[in-house]
Structure formats: structure tokens, C-alpha cells
């Protein structure tokens, strides 16, 4: 019997009594020790990868405050380190990697500092058992089905001595009630649904995040009246294919029911989503967008290849001029709808005229943004399979070609926006200086201005004086409660 078998004789509800259980232990040592050593066990996530690794990173967070962990932001200076990890690309992996031997000396430095890993990355049997052999001094490794787990498992490497190794490979119910420590005050991501059915031919996800399985829309509300009364005002909703939301639930609704939900509540500004899987996008999903004033003006729609030939051996179900017929719907709906995409360059298979395809369709939609990524095999997925593969010097070559046509396209967008008036949530400081604030449009371009902190979380608008390549420079012409 599997460790996860035998967890499902054991009901979520006394799971997580018992994690409570474990919560109140750690912190009752935790604070012994700040009694004894006066000073707090301290704690550091690194995370890698996409937005719901994130989440899942600010549900850790908020499991090591209960326990009584200061976070910090430094390695060397952590009692516990934990590396949330992706597997959608090598690099990702191969810097985890990396990242490992560069921290196993820290443990000859403090010899009570804990290692953990997670993630996506250790739903990967062959990952785990290389961890196993090649990384010894890693103390915790656990996955993404069982994160809710994570105090337990502290505890039992805190225990022990030895490395504890606990992976289910397979998801189960879907959690709710976990506490989430968000980086922002103002802005919020919520799951919405969990793991993917759609087996992309290049995607390791659904093998790692499991099959598709959608929260309860009561759930969901709930969450976003929570966060909207600790005064969160931007929500994201999130799912590895939002529209496919629903699906998997007994009442019948879809995710444009959804939406229409999440934007009667009172205090939610701004509505966003990702990700939205071209096949699945509904009319009656668009015709809502334009319809509900809270969502903004932004989707991202990932074409991944502009060839037929391609989006085929990519198990996309969809075709060039399906994508381009939404495209062409939502902007007749939304006019000003800022686009963005993702985009797979040298998949195998991908001759000269099926990349000029890909280049060609950026250009017919007239992308605002898009996320550009060299083909990676991945092992597991059908693709690496494939015989056909590019080689890495024609990729290369490839996505050169892609960002020498594609950033001049963005430079033109954000300087088309000259001397319009924005609005803007204000998120922070710029990094640059504590005088220049922060905030993004309903577009979701990246605006910066002179003004005072306090209008961190208010919604300003701002005149586009100064268009910079990715970026807005401007002048605040409104505060909120002008607008
Ligand atoms: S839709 Fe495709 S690319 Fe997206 S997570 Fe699912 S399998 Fe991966």
C-alpha cells in the first residue's frame, strides 16, 4: 500500500486536525528555543516557476509563521531552507540543481539547518531518486499533492535524522481551509481549480499537478470576501486551464458563471485570470469579460506556434485560424483588450516555414507581451519521444529572430499609450527609489510615477508622459476619490 493509499483511509479533516496538532508542537519549540537562545528559528522559500508555485509558496509561508519562523530573505542567515521548484523547463531544474551544491556548505556551518524541497519538480520519480543518491544532505523532499502535509513532514525530519522522502502520486481532494501569507496586500492570487487534462504533447504538468479537479464556486467566494476584507482589491484566478472551470463539480456552472460571481462582490477593483487554453475559450466567456467592469481589459491566451502542423503534433486541438477567429472576437468586444501569449520555439518537428508561421501570427494579432521559450524535453512527455528533434544552435537561432522582430512590436504598444490617462492600482515603491510608486493598468503595463506612499493600494490615474520600452513613466492627474 502507498503512503498516499494509506493516507486516503484517513479523512482530510483529521489530516489537518492532526497537522494543527503538529503546528502548535513545532511552535511551542520554536519558542523555547527564542526563550533559551533569544533569538527566532528563521526560514527562507525559494521559489521557482509559474503562479500557482507561488501560491503554493505563500501557503508555506503561512504554515512557518504558525509555527513560529521568522522569514528572511537571505540563505545564510535560514534555519530552514525550503526550494519550491518547477519542472516546465530544464533550466528551472537545472538551477535547482545548481542551486543545491551551492548551499550544501551552509549545512556545515549550522549543522541544525534543515533543507527541504518541493514542488513540481519531485512529482518526478527519476528526479526524487537522484535527489536520493546525489543530494544526501537534503533533509525533506515532498510534492505538490501533499504541501498541506508539510508541517507533519517538518516535523518528522526535525525528528529523526534522516532524510524523509514522501511524495503522493496522486492528487486526492482538493484542500481547502489552508492559510495563505500573500506577498501583496493589494493584490491576490486564488486558485480556482487544480492539475490539467490536457496533455499538451510538451508538458509535464498534468503528470505532476494531476487531473483537473475545480474548487466549489461557494469556496472560491469566500476566499475573495476574506481577502477583500483585509483590503485586497485585485484577484487573479487561477487554474492550469480556467476555462475549462466546472467541469469536475456536481452544480452546473462554467468559469464565465464564475466570473460574473467573483464581480458582484463589493471591493473587488480588478479581476484577472490565468491560464485560458484557446480550445476551451467560450463566446459566452468573452461576451461576459466585456460585460463585467471589474475584469480588465487583459487576456492572456497562449497560441504556443503559429503552424497547423505544429499545434497539431502539439495536441493543441485547436487551429491557427480557430485562434485567430477568437482573437479577432474579443478584441471586436473589448476594443483596447491588451493580448499576451506564450510562445514554444524549435518543437520537434518545426521546419523554417512553420517558425515564419509563428512570426507571422505574433504579427496578424499584434501580441502586447508574450512569454518566449526555447523547446525543452521533458522526460515523460510525448514529445521527448519525438525523433525529429531541432538542434539547440537552430533554436537559439530561431528565438534570436523571434526577439528582434517581436520587441520593436512592444515598444510601439506601450508608446502608442503616450499621453492617455491610465488607471492605475498602485502596488509599491519602484525598486529604484521610495519617491516612485508602482502600479499596473487594467492592461496589466507596468506604470511608474512620482508620488507619496500613502497611495499604495489606491486606485490613481496617470497621464503616459513618458513611454519606456516595457515600461509607462507618468504624471498622477487623479486619486481615487476623484475617479
Ligand atoms: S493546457 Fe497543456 S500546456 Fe497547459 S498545463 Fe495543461 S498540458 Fe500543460
Not at 509563428?358 to 494579432?365: F, K, W
Request: hydrophobic share 35%; net charge negative; aromatic share 6%.
Amino acid at each position: 500500500m502507498s503512503k498516499r493509499e494509506t493516507l486516503n483511509l484517513i479523512s482530510v479533516e483529521d489530516l489537518l486536525n492532526r497537522n494543527d496538532e503538529v503546528v502548535r508542537k513545532i511552535r511551542e519549540i520554536n519558542d523555547q528555543y527564542y526563550r533559551e537562545q533569544a533569538r527566532q528559528k528563521k526560514a527562507i522559500i525559494v521559489t521557482y516557476g509559474c503562479q500557482m508555485n507561488e501560491h503554493d509558496s505563500e501557503k508555506l509561508d503561512a504554515m512557518l509563521q504558525e509555527m513560529g519562523y521568522l522569514t528572511v530573505k537571505k540563505l545564510d542567515q535560514a534555519d530552514l531552507i525550503i526550494f519550491n521548484t518547477c519542472c516546465v523547463r530544464e533550466n528551472a531544474e537545472l538551477k535547482v540543481y545548481g542551486n543545491l551544491g551551492r548551499i550544501k556548505h551552509l549545512k556545515t556551518k549550522n549543522k541544525d539547518l534543515v533543507l527541504a524541497v518541493c514542488g513540481c519538480m519531485m512529482q518526478q520519480p527519476h528526479i526524487v531518486e537522484e535527489i536520493k543518491k546525489k543530494y544526501k544532505f537534503v533533509d525533506l523532499v515532498f510534492g505538490t499533492h501533499n504541501l498541506h502535509n508539510f508541517p507533519t513532514l517538518l516535523e518528522e525530519t526535525l525528528s529523526g535524522g534522516r532524510q524523509v522522502v514522501e511524495v503522493w502520486d496522486s492528487e486526492g481532494d482538493v484542500i481547502e481551509g489552508l492559510k495563505a501569507n500573500r506577498k501583496m496586500d493589494v493584490k491576490a492570487f486564488v486558485n480556482i481549480m487544480y492539475g490539467c487534462d490536457n496533455f499538451c504533447a510538451y508538458c509535464i504538468v498534468p503528470y505532476t499537478r494531476g487531473r483537473e479537479r475545480s474548487r466549489e464556486a461557494s469556496d472560491i467566494i469566500e476566499e475573495i470576501e476574506m481577502l477583500v476584507s483585509r483590503g485586497v482589491r485585485e484577484i487573479t484566478l487561477l487554474g492550469q486551464n480556467v476555462n475549462s472551470y466546472g467541469k469536475t463539480l456536481s452544480e452546473p456552472i462554467d468559469f464565465a458563471d464564475l466570473l460574473k460571481m467573483v464581480n458582484e462582490i463589493k471591493g473587488v477593483e480588478r479581476i484577472r485570470f490565468m491560464t485560458s487554453h484557446p480550445k476551451d475559450i467560450s463566446d459566452k466567456l468573452l461576451v461576459t469579460m466585456a460585460a463585467c467592469e471589474h475584469v480588465c481589459e487583459y487576456l492572456h491566451l497562449p497560441v504556443q506556434a503559429g503552424s497547423n502542423k505544429i499545434l497539431k503534433a502539439m495536441n493543441r486541438h485547436y487551429t491557427r485560424e480557430q485562434y485567430l477567429a477568437t482573437v479577432k472576437r474579443a478584441k471586436e468586444l473589448m476594443p483596447g483588450l491588451s493580448i499576451s501569449t506564450d510562445i514554444i520555439v524549435g518543437f520537434p518537428g518545426e521546419s523554417k516555414e512553420d517558425f515564419e508561421e509563428t512570426l507571422s501570427l505574433m504579427r496578424e494579432v499584434g501580441y502586447d507581451s508574450a512569454f518566449t521559450f526555447i523547446y525543452s524535453k521533458r522526460t515523460g512527455t510525448p514529445a521527448a519521444e519525438l525523433e525529429n528533434q531541432v538542434s539547440e544552435e537552430e533554436k537559439h537561432r530561431r528565438m534570436t529572430e523571434l526577439l528582434e522582430m517581436f520587441n520593436p512590436m512592444v515598444k510601439e504598444k506601450i508608446k502608442s499609450y503616450q499621453d492617455q490617462i491610465l488607471e492605475v492600482l498602485v502596488e509599491s515603491t519602484s525598486k529604484s527609489s521610495d519617491s516612485v510608486l508602482m502600479g499596473r493598468s487594467r492592461q496589466h503595463v507596468t506604470v511608474n510615477f512620482e508620488g507619496d506612499k500613502d497611495l499604495i493600494g489606491k486606485l490613481v490615474k496617470v497621464k503616459a508622459t513618458e513611454p519606456k520600452s516595457f515600461s509607462i513613466f507618468g504624471e498622477i492627474t487623479e486619486v481615487e476619490q476623484d475617479i
